[in-house]
């Protein structure tokens, strides 16, 4: 594995550690990412509407009292669950994380919608960008952050079909790392590809 002699200079990053969490929290993320989905879907008569506001109220008072600073969070700090657990991520699973690269599978939701039933432009960068973080991250890079990311849209991408998303480091020249990724449908067809570089933070950077 191409471990970086640098790899624990992370600028001004903290380091990334694994959370423990309880068993209900994958639950918890799936069921808010569920109200997400019919957040974007719903056209509600006004009862339903009042109901569903008083107990979105209720889950708000429920959690407010609970809020952490970032490192603290378990969000996006959880590898085994969708999305590392945080609900920016699109719900994808990490299947394969080394220095060749790292592959993660899964849906595009409503919630991803653009229009006239294909994800929204904007997600395939958010996708590509997480990705492109564990690939340099499984390379042994110290973490770095995205100077430029570029996606061409090859077809238009589903929503609610499996597709598979699989990033590797090209070069690495210096402080820069560059990445590129290709997602595809489970017939291999290319949906869309991207490149990124990432520039490892000088320390103190943020
Ligand atoms: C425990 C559970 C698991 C968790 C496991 C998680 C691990 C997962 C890790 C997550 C990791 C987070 C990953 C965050 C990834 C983001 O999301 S970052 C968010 C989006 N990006 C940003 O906000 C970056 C904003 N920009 C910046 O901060 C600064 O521009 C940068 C990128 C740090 C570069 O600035 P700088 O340090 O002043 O660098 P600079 O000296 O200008 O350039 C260095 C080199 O890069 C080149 N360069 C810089 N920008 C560009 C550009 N746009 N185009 C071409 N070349 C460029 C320069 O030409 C120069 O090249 P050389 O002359 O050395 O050949």
């Known amino acids: 594995m191409a471990v970086d002699e640098h790899y624990n200079e992370h600028g001004g990053f903290p380091k990334f550690e694994t959370a423990k969490v309880e068993p209900e929290y994958g639950e918890l993320i799936e069921a808010l990412r569920r109200v997400q989905d019919l957040a974007v879907s719903v056209d509600m008569p006004a009862d339903a509407l009042k109901a569903?506001?008083?107990?979105?109220?209720q889950l708000v008072a429920t959690m407010?009292?609970?809020?952490?600073?970032e490192r603290k969070t378990p969000a996006g700090r959880v590898p085994r669950l969708p999305g590392?657990?945080?609900?920016?991520?699109?719900?994808?699973?990490?299947?394969?994380?080394?220095?060749?690269g790292v592959r993660s599978r899964g849906v595009f939701r409503r919630f991803h919608l653009g229009g006239n039933g294909?994800?929204?432009g904007g997600t395939l960068p958010l996708l590509f960008d997480d990705l492109f973080g564990l690939t340099q991250h499984?390379?042994?890079?110290?973490?770095?952050?995205?100077?430029?990311?570029?996606?061409n849209y090859r077809k238009i991408t589903p929503l609610n079909q499996p597709?598979?998303?699989e990033?590797?480091?090209d070069k690495v020249e210096g402080r820069k790392t560059f990445?590129?990724?290709t997602l595809k449908n489970e017939d291999g067809e290319l949906i869309a590809d991207s490149d990124a570089l990432m520039v490892q933070l000088l320390p103190g950077q943020q």
């Open 167 to 169: 990033g590797h480091v």
């Open 163 to 165: 597709l598979v998303v």
């Open 64 to 69: 407010e009292p609970h809020v952490v600073p």
């Open 179 to 181: 990445i590129s990724a």
């Open 52 to 57: 569903a506001l008083a107990q979105t109220q």
């Open 118 to 120: 294909a994800a929204h």
């Open 84 to 100: 590392r657990g945080s609900l920016l991520m699109l719900p994808w699973t990490v299947e394969k994380f080394d220095a060749d």
């Open 138 to 151: 499984a390379y042994g890079r110290p973490i770095s952050r995205t100077a430029y990311l570029h996606v």
